[in-house]
């Protein structure tokens, strides 16, 4: 069990937690499922680009978006997903007197994650937010925070643990994955944006019958010898062709990426940013400084992986 779910003495200090942003190191996608859900055999990577929330208990139940992104459009009402996790929260531990801490929580968001990126920001508030309100809980049970976390969506999970894990169904089912070092990322933001059910409409389009997800061994063992140039011979995102389809642009930047040296271009989820794999950080920040010249990129940000999960950075 992780160190920030283990039973502690409540408290009505502000606690503030940090949560990893994701890319999707490789993405297989199958059919339908029985409830209308595509079948995904994902490998998550948590990166060290981080979201910050601060939970400050007997507020207003007010948002605050600060930090680099905070101009970008981020709800701060109860569609803002760090309150959509401690709404489910609160819902899940019903009828408990120790639960009235979350009620009218204020939240604090640095956001430092590109938004609507597909690289998992929102799904990181979430994450803090939860393991921040069980902090003010003096503890709560794992499978509870499992149970919030795959009801906000179906990232939440990982972030909460991070490293880099195996997703089936929709991503909440787990596996941890044995890495070595860390793989240097250089994630191209775009101007643009894609809706993430458009693009799996789209890949239902192109793809009427898929054939069943799956994640590549040569995947899992190139993450496991920490080596960058045999992963970019076997990752892949089978949604690409569906997010090109929509914003052709995204093909330019990928081939600029190529050209500039990258192992691999890589759709973060389902777009638009690309993500390119470097050897090491020397080759990333050339990379950055290449791709961040090219049209269609808005920003050309370095990171790494894996990074650990939500976690609290301070306490009383």
């Not at 055999?41 to 680009?49: D, I, P």
């Not at 909440?172 to 775009?190: M, N």
Request: hydrophobic share 45%; with cysteine; charged share 20%.
């Amino acid at each position: 069990m992780n160190a920030q779910l283990r039973s502690r003495t409540r408290t009505l200090a502000p606690v503030t937690v940090r949560a990893p942003g994701k890319i999707n190191v490789h993405l297989g996608v199958g059919g339908l499922d029985d409830h209308g859900y595509h079948e995904l055999a994902t490998v998550f990577q948590a990166l060290n680009l981080s979201e910050t929330l601060t939970l400050i208990p007997g507020g207003s139940g007010q948002i605050v978006v600060r930090g680099r992104y905070a101009d970008a459009g981020v709800p701060q009402d109860e569609s803002n997903f760090a309150r959509k996790a401690i709404s489910v929260m609160i819902r899940a531990l019903e009828g408990r007197r120790e639960v009235e801490v979350l009620r009218d929580l204020d939240i604090i968001i640095d956001k430092q994650v590109p938004v609507a990126g597909g690289m998992g920001g929102g799904s990181a508030d979430a994450a803090a937010a939860l393991v921040g309100a069980a902090h003010l809980l003096g503890g709560v049970e794992e499978s509870i925070l499992h149970d919030c976390a795959v009801a906000v969506g179906a990232d939440v999970a990982f972030l909460l643990h991070g490293g880099t894990a195996i997703g089936l169904g929709r991503g909440e089912k787990l596996s941890p994955v044995l890495t070595r070092g860390s793989f240097h990322w250089v994630l191209a933001t775009s101007a643009g944006q894609l809706s993430t059910p458009t693009i799996y409409s789209r890949f239902d389009e192109l793809n009427p019958a898929p054939a069943p997800a799956v994640i590549p061994d040569q995947v899992l063992t190139a993450l496991a010898a920490g080596d960058p140039e045999a992963l970019a011979t076997a990752a892949a995102n089978d949604l690409t062709e569906a997010a090109v389809s929509a914003m052709p642009e995204l093909a330019e930047v990928m081939e600029a990426g190529r050209a500039a040296g990258a192992l691999l271009p890589l759709l973060s989820g389902s777009g638009p940013t690309i993500g390119f794999l470097a050897r090491d950080a020397h080759h990333a920040l050339d990379l950055a400084v290449l791709l961040q010249a090219t049209r269609g990129v808005k920003e050309a940000i370095r990171t790494t992986g894996p990074a650990p999960g939500a976690h609290v950075v301070h306490e009383p």
